[in-house]
Every structure is written in C-alpha cells, then in structure tokens.
C-alpha cells in the first residue's frame, strides 16, 4: 500500500521555523519525484518545492526562494521541507505528493493526507 504521511505543521509567529516531513511507503523511493504543494480555501493547490532523486533535479517556487530547503533522506525514504522566515501568505494545508518527475500538480500519482501551517502576524 502506498502511503505518505506529513507532519510538522502547526502554529508559528511571523518570522519563524516549521519543518516538515513527508514519509512514503509502498512504492520505490528512489524512482520518484517528491513534491510539496499547499492549498488554501478557495484557491487551486499550488507547487511550492520539488525534489528528484533520479536526476538530483530541486525546484522552489519564487515565493519561497532563499526561504524553504527542500531534503531527503533516502535511507529513510523520507522528504523533508526545512520553512524559515514563515509570513503570513504561507499559511495553508501542505501535501507531498509523488511522481514520476516534478511536474504539474495533475501529474502526481501519489498524495498524502496534509498537514496545516498557520502563520499568525
């Protein structure tokens, strides 16, 4: 059974540090692509970092540029997002999710439940 589960999020002051963690199970760790997106009511899902152990392929979206680190670690195929500097736009539901190769949020097969981060100001 393929599984990802986050963790980490919660309740921080602007200006401060969430790091989150992305456990996958069930499928190969090293064949896929992890991505985190995050969602708010009303608004689509949007990519906001990326990471591809096949070609060691990293991306940010510009918003969260010299801001968010994006790691794994795949002994313990697990991904991490490392979230500094935290405002209040970043407030959101965040998921990882799996594919074959960072891509568009359609193209991702496998989804983890979600996490919440709020930002208070």
């Known amino acids: 059974e393929v599984q990802l589960v986050e963790s980490g999020g919660g309740l921080v002051q602007a200006g401060g540090s969430l790091r989150l963690s992305c456990v996958t199970s069930?499928?190969?760790?090293?064949?896929?692509?992890i991505g985190w997106f995050r969602q708010v009511p009303g608004k689509e899902r949007e990519g906001v970092s990326c990471?591809?152990?096949?070609?060691?392929?990293?991306y940010y979206r510009d918003s969260v540029k010299g801001r968010f680190t994006i790691s794994s670690d795949n002994a313990k195929n697990t991904v991490y997002l490392q979230m500094n500097n935290l405002n209040p736009e970043d407030t959101a539901v965040y998921y990882c999710?799996?594919?074959?190769?960072?891509?568009?949020?359609?193209?991702?097969?496998?989804w983890g439940q979600g996490t919440r981060v709020t930002v208070s100001s």
């Open positions: 999710a799996a594919a074959s190769g960072c891509s568009e949020v359609d193209d991702y097969d496998y």
């Open positions: 069930g499928f190969a760790f090293d064949d896929y692509a």
């Open positions: 990471t591809s152990s096949s070609d060691g392929a990293i």
